[in-house]
């Protein structure tokens, strides 16, 4: 990132810092901001801009929202910083890169451990979501609702994966977490920690030959133009979270905290749909442009070379194991 946009971007936290203070004492009431790393057209996008377009209709303007789209407001990781600080009021994070903040979100971070995405649906609307709410609460963020990421899978520009060994030597860009470069390295990897806005260069140039991600992102952000083989080995299914900030959310009256919480959930409803239709229309859409698609046919034997990823995580985070059996015991 160049060091322009770095400074312009500090500039930007001490103004939005200063107007969420304002409105934390009530003297003003200020157009939240809310921060997406997807372009307009991206499920996520679409089911924020329905909460924002709903809260403005449903207060007459009393509450309103934007959104900025497409990651102008940074990275996630200083995007979470930020909402913490209250320099944004709201945002879709994904929990990969929330695990270095809220470490009890790393557990859906761990490969493998939901069986499928409606596995981690029940268990992201019940007891673990809830676990993770309160969580993300003491780290100043409020959880409104659990919006779908599917799952996520390896490309690159090499070689079809079938076999742990297939990943052997290659360089794999990962989302900003400890757990990520673990899960790499246990496969015979070299990871490297990236933003996401970064990588589609990264790809094209050779820094990196690979990555890992769900259909809609491969195919929104073009990587599918450098990277010409997916791999479906669904070793990670993590959800994101519409959040707020918490001081923010604990300025509402208690009514004004329903509906917002109501529109986030109807959001993520509308979200999930939404993700369903665009997951088959981006792995149609990639097919078309080429992409060499292969089933990945033992997973197990990608599962198998987790444990030291376990290990690493329940070791620095005990608080995990219980999770981890949370999950486990949910059908
Ligand atoms: C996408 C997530 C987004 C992440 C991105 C990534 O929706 O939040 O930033 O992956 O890989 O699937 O960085």
């Not at 409105?23 to 801009?49: F, K």
């Not at 407001?73 to 709201?90: K, N, V, W």
């Not at 990943?167 to 920690?193: H, Q, S, W, Y």
């Not at 952000?221 to 070793?235: L, N």
């Amino acid at each position: 990132m160049p060091l322009a946009w770095s400074r312009r971007a500090v500039g930007g936290v001490a103004v939005f810092a200063a107007l969420g203070f304002l409105t934390a004492t009530g003297t003003a009431q200020a157009e939240w901001r809310g921060w997406n790393i997807h372009v307009p057209e991206y499920s996520v996008s679409q089911g924020m801009d329905w909460f924002t377009d709903e809260l403005a209709a449903r207060t007459d303007g009393r509450l309103t929202a934007r959104t900025f789209h497409s990651g102008v407001l940074g990275s996630q990781p200083d995007a979470i910083e930020q909402l913490r600080l209250g320099g944004i009021d709201f945002a879709v994070f994904n929990l990969g890169p929330m695990g270095p903040v809220v470490p009890e979100t790393n557990v859906v971070s761990l490969p493998f451990v939901f069986r499928d995405l409606e596995h981690s649906h029940r268990a992201m609307d019940g007891a673990l979501g809830e676990a993770l709410a309160e969580a993300m609460a003491r780290e100043g963020l409020k959880a409104l609702a659990w919006y779908d990421s599917g799952s996520r899978s390896f490309y690159n520009s090499q070689r079809p994966i079938n076999t742990p060994a297939d990943l052997r030597g290659m360089k794999v860009r990962v989302m900003n977490n400890d757990l990520f470069v673990g899960m790499i390295e246990a496969l015979g990897g070299n990871a490297t920690p990236m933003a996401f806005s970064e990588v589609y260069q990264s790809l094209r140039t050779g820094v990196v030959d690979g990555a890992e991600n769900n259909f809609p992102s491969f195919q929104s952000t073009g990587h599918f133009e450098v990277a010409g083989y997916y791999s479906i080995s669904e070793h990670l299914i993590i959800p994101e979270c519409l959040c707020m900030n918490l001081r923010r959310w604990n300025s509402l009256s208690a009514e004004d905290q329903a509906l917002v919480l109501e529109l986030a959930q109807a959001s993520a409803v509308m979200q999930r749909e939404l993700w369903a239709e665009s997951d088959a229309a981006a792995m149609e859409a990639v097919i078309a442009a080429g992409v060499r698609i292969n089933e990945v046919e033992d997973k197990a034997a990608f599962q198998a070379a987790m444990s030291p990823v376990y290990e690493m995580a329940f070791q620095r985070n005990p608080e995990l194991e219980p999770l981890v059996e949370l999950i486990q015991s949910i059908e």
